[in-house]
């Protein structure tokens, strides 16, 4: 496809933008005046074409096979109870006040809607921004997630395989929404990326730096499930043509047919009253004989159903969901949910969570301050052992415990080796280890 160019600066660059539900739509890219290139991320192609972020976001709110799956996930991502600990697995008060801070990361959104969201923009899209808005004092105001669609990066010209900063690629990034146009601060904004980190210079029209969206390669597959979908409704709410009815009256030498105005006062008949409701006719009548032939359209015979199923397959493999997960599946038992929400979470949940979670609270700087973060799923009810594994658990927890206790080291030294043999923090440690200097009684596990 052809790709129209032009040369000029900022404000020649988003003069071809048009304001529309998600911000401005542009179908070209640019030349700089500094000789970068001017990308604007997403615009508006042919339907399902899948080859821009604009419609890949239309995808989503299509395909409800999509949806499902990427909703369904980022829920799930909710339920790891996020820590921010030091290598030691220590929690220490600068971290404690980093996660009352994030309970409202914006004026909008409370931590798991943030995340939820985040979630959602990265296994749609492949990749965000998360812009840590900073306040005079070096604090933060709000933090967002950027929705790409509504993103615009500027590329810097060179090899982009010999970076090593944002900086050095990228000459600047703008938001767009309602018409409005807002300059990011390159040094507030970080990446957040998908774990299967597949690039292509083809579809977003930037260099191989972010992940290419996982459902470009389910340009069918989705295209599919929504035609399949519609044909469905269709049948359902119009059902076309329902029979033929012909003359069924002869003369010596061929049918008399319908005149005109007897084809109106069956149509008029029909629309007026006929139907299947309490008050409606269930019959027709005719000033004329006539005849009925009945066209046999049996959603069936289209295969529809057999087509979203399969459909759906497919996009669940792509992203690691489980298909026993999804609702009305057949030959699922709960015994085989039970299993698949636990292989959803260790296989997929958990794995992509230690690859996301660091990105997008990258704006605290945990590093610089000997910390990190991550999340801890094992309360999740489906990662929770059976009863009689609890118990051995527990005794064997409550061993080590009497053990470490009845250690002759000094009670700091009982509390570093509780959290680092036990997995346990260390005010937990606190509750479980006796301190010989205090009159107090041993606590058990």
């Keep these: 496809m052809q790709r129209k160019t032009y040369i000029g600066g900022i404000t020649q660059a988003l003069q071809g933008l048009g ?39 239309r995808a989503y709110f299509q395909c409800s096979t999509l949806q499902t799956v990427i909703l369904n996930k980022a829920q799930a991502a909710t339920n790891g109870v996020v820590k921010i600990v030091n290598d030691a697995g220590k929690e220490k008060p600068a971290g404690r006040e980093i996660l009352a801070r994030m309970k409202q990361p ?46 615009l990066v500027k ?65 069918m597959v989705v295209s599919n ?14 059902r076309g043509a329902q029979g033929f009815i012909s003359p069924d009256q002869k003369d010596s030498a061929s049918a008399l047919p319908l005149l005109p105005e007897d084809q109106e006062q069956i149509k008029k008949q029909f629309q007026e009253g006929h139907g299947i409701l309490r008050n409606q006719s269930k019959f027709v009548f005719s000033p004329k004989g006539i005849k009925f032939q009945p066209i046999n359209m049996k959603t069936a015979d289209l295969m529809l159903f057999e087509e979203t199923e399969d459909t759906m397959l497919r996009i669940v493999d792509v992203y690691g969901y489980k ?9 699922t038992t709960f015994t ?7 292989a959803l979470y260790q296989d997929t949940i958990i794995p992509e969570d230690k690859n996301e979670l660091p990105a997008l609270w990258a704006g605290w700087k945990l590093e610089e301050q000997g910390l990190h973060v991550e999340s801890d799923f094992s309360a999740v009810e489906a990662l929770v052992p059976d009863p009689k594994g609890r118990e051995e658990v527990n005794q064997i927890q409550i061993n080590n415990i009497a053990a470490i206790n009845a ?3 000094p009670y700091e030294t009982k509390i570093n080796i509780a959290v680092l043999t036990l997995d346990i923090s260390e005010e937990t440690a606190r509750k479980l280890i006796s301190d010989a200097t205090q009159t107090q009684p041993t606590a058990t596990a």
Aim: proline share 4%; aromatic share 12%.
């Design 19 to 57: 304001v529309s539900l998600f911000g401005f739509t542009n179908r070209s890219r640019g030349i700089m005046q500094d000789g970068g290139i001017w990308y604007p991320i997403g615009n508006t192609t042919n339907i399902l074409q899948l080859d821009n972020l604009e419609e890949i976001e």
């Design 106 to 151: 914006n004026l909008f959104q409370n931590y798991d809607q943030f995340r939820t969201e985040s979630k959602i923009y990265v296994q749609l899209f492949g990749w965000h921004f998360v812009w840590y808005v900073r306040n005079a004092a070096g604090g933060f105001v709000n933090i967002w997630n950027l929705n790409p669609v509504n993103t």
């Design 155 to 219: 590329w810097k010209g060179g090899k982009y395989l010999k970076q090593t900063e944002l900086k050095e690629v990228i000459e600047s990034v703008q938001y767009r929404y309602c018409g409005n146009v807002i300059d990011i601060p390159l040094d507030e904004i970080y990446i957040v990326k998908d774990s299967t980190n597949t690039r292509s210079t083809d579809t977003i029209l930037a260099p191989p730096i972010f992940p290419t969206s996982r459902i470009v390669g389910l340009k």
């Design 225 to 238: 499930n929504i035609a399949a979908y519609d044909a469905r409704n269709s049948m359902i709410s119009t």
């Design 323 to 331: 298909k026993e997960l999804i609702a009305a599946m057949k030959q």
């Design 336 to 342: 085989n949910q039970e299993t698949a929400w636990k």
């Design 407 to 409: 250690m002759p080291v």
